[in-house]
């Protein structure tokens, strides 16, 4: 995922300096008589501590995106004030890359082999339902509404209200929700949709269940699609531009 060590910590910088996220604190209980409590200590002295402390946030918050909260942060400080101090470490820049990578790589693996089971177990159950239709390479698609206009073509541009979950109903992206349409070729979108497009008639709502091959296959495009992920979307053609 990561490809080196120097890439990490620019995410994990990244994160700190562009994030638009806000750190909820759970409001305390004041005692009537404020005089007999004792401040608490004020660790954030000066600017450059304020800034150390928001890495570790970052830091912390993207570790534990990673699935890492079990992380061991003793080893992981140690490292960092190693590298730091310019002292020797047990292993070496390149070495690290290799457990990163390597490590990552057997997570995605692990994860998109759960995905693509569960994917496959809910698509043979969906081809049941009678008004679910399967086509040769695996699509499945559900005509919500057909419309009487002509079918795009391979080379066709046109405006479409979707709306994309997981099997679960986790929403991922909806232009829907958004309230804009949105305007793409028909050749320059997963294989999934532009077989489905081909099919709907101008004016055409079609829910589509799409296999991981007809996706994003291995990829993880976004935080909540993971690897080998069936998806289901609501597909309104608007108009063929």
């Not at 730091?84 to 990578?101: A, F, H, M, R, V």
């Not at 086509?135 to 919500?144: A, F």
Request: proline share 6%; charged share 20%; with cysteine.
């Amino acid at each position: 995922m990561y490809r080196n060590l120097k890439s990490l910590a620019a995410f994990m910088m990244c994160a700190t300096l562009v994030s638009t996220q806000t750190i909820a604190q759970t409001p305390k209980t004041v005692k009537k008589d404020a005089a007999t409590v004792a401040p608490a200590p004020k660790t954030l002295k000066t600017a450059l501590d304020s800034v150390a402390y928001a890495i570790g946030l970052s830091v912390g918050g993207s570790l534990k995106q990673q699935g890492l909260s079990d992380i061991n942060t003793s080893l992981l400080l140690k490292a960092i004030n190693e590298t730091l101090k310019g002292q020797d470490t047990e292993l070496s820049p390149e070495e690290g890359n290799q457990y990163i990578g390597e490590y990552f790589q057997k997570q995605a693996s692990v994860k998109g082999n759960a995905n693509l089971a569960a994917g496959q177990k809910y698509l043979e159950e969906n081809k049941k339902r009678p008004n679910v239709k399967t086509t040769e390479s695996g699509l499945q698609y559900e005509v919500i509404k057909l419309g009487e206009g002509p079918k795009p073509a391979d080379t066709s541009t046109v405006k479409v209200h979707y709306h994309g979950t997981l099997t679960d109903g986790t929403v991922f992206d909806s232009s829907v929700e958004r309230g804009e349409p949105v305007e793409f070729p028909v050749s320059g979108v997963i294989k999934g949709w532009t077989e489905a497009l081909k099919l709907m008639p101008e004016g055409s709502k079609f829910r589509l269940f799409i296999p991981a091959n007809l996706a994003y296959g291995e990829r993880a495009p976004g935080p909540t699609i993971g690897p080998n992920s069936t998806l289901v979307f609501d597909v309104e053609l608007l108009e063929i531009l």
